[in-house]
């Protein structure tokens, strides 16, 4: 069993950077596809970001978001710059054993594991 835990979230003005953190248990971390999701209220679960073979964005945020990892300490970030209203959500961090490619990474079912959410909120 893998459990996520997120945080880093805030409120923030329109403009403005955060970066969100999640910690992984397990011991295979380094072959997990991991991902960035957010919801919005009223809204669906919608992709922001993956890091599998490669890193994938939301066309709502590329250039703006950047995923990483850090396999030695179980640790993916999204680096949130040029924060806007539309992102205010609450980001979740969602993890899968393998690797997947652009199809399916984007996908909320394709995931197993999800952490509990942090909640991003952009003032305008």
């Known amino acids: 069993q893998v459990q996520l835990v997120e945080s880093g979230g805030g409120l923030v003005q329109t403009g403005d950077s ?5 910690a992984a248990s397990g011991r295979t971390f380094s072959s997990y596809t991991m991902g960035w999701f957010r919801q919005a209220p009223g809204k669906e679960r ?11 964005y939301a066309d709502s945020v590329k250039g703006r978001f950047a995923i990483s990892r850090d396999n030695a300490k179980n640790m993916v970030y999204l680096q949130m710059n040029s924060l806007k209203p539309e992102d205010t959500a609450v980001y979740y961090c969602a993890g899968r054993s393998g690797f997947f490619g652009s199809d399916y990474v984007r996908v ?3 995931y197993d594991y999800w952490g509990q959410g942090t909640q991003v909120t952009v003032s305008s």
């Not at 955060?18 to 999640?22: K, Q, V």
């Open 18 to 22: 955060l970066r969100l953190s999640c």
């Open 46 to 56: 919608e992709f922001v970001a993956a890091t599998a073979w490669s890193t994938y």
């Open 108 to 110: 909320p079912h394709e």
